[in-house]
């Protein structure tokens, strides 16, 4: 359980925008995924937080969704954790682009993707619950239940 007062949950989207997905990895498919997120999340009385921090309303719980994986989305997941929340990365709606590190060495984005989802899954703070789901599969209308 986090170790912050409240019993609610957030979706908090990071980035869905159009100049910084426009070349990221299966794209359509994320957004796509991003806004099934919101729909669901608003469905269960889920507030949805668009790239801004809001502190004041009870919040325990962040379910997290956007852009980019390697940079925003990882570091406000770790973020979100050392803080005393406890974090559900949305597995299938984060999204990067491909990383040239020199001409001929790309990391692939998909890698990216999937690095992020392994690391939320295997990862431990003490007092803090992380967990990996689906946008289909997240439980918004449980506000402390992690998936397995």
Known sequence: ??????????????????????????????VGNVALSVR???ESGVPVVWVQHHDGQGVSRIFLAGAATNWCVRATAYGALDRG???TLLSDAHTTENIELSPGRVVDARS??????VAMRWL?????????????????????????
């Not at 949950?9 to 990221?24: E, F, I, K, P, Q």
């Not at 990216?112 to 989802?117: I, R, S």
């Not at 431990?124 to 397995?148: I, Q």
């Open 1 to 30: 359980m986090a170790t912050r007062a409240g019993t609610h949950s957030v979706l908090l989207v990071v980035d869905v925008r159009v100049g910084v997905v426009a070349a990221a990895w299966e794209r359509d498919r994320i």
């Open 40 to 42: 669901r999340a608003r």
């Open 85 to 87: 929340f406890d974090v």
């Open 112 to 117: 990216v993707v999937d690095d992020l989802n």
């Open 124 to 148: 431990s703070y003490p007092g803090r619950t992380n967990a990996v789901a689906t946008a289909a599969g997240a439980d918004f209308a449980r506000p402390n239940h992690c998936p397995v």
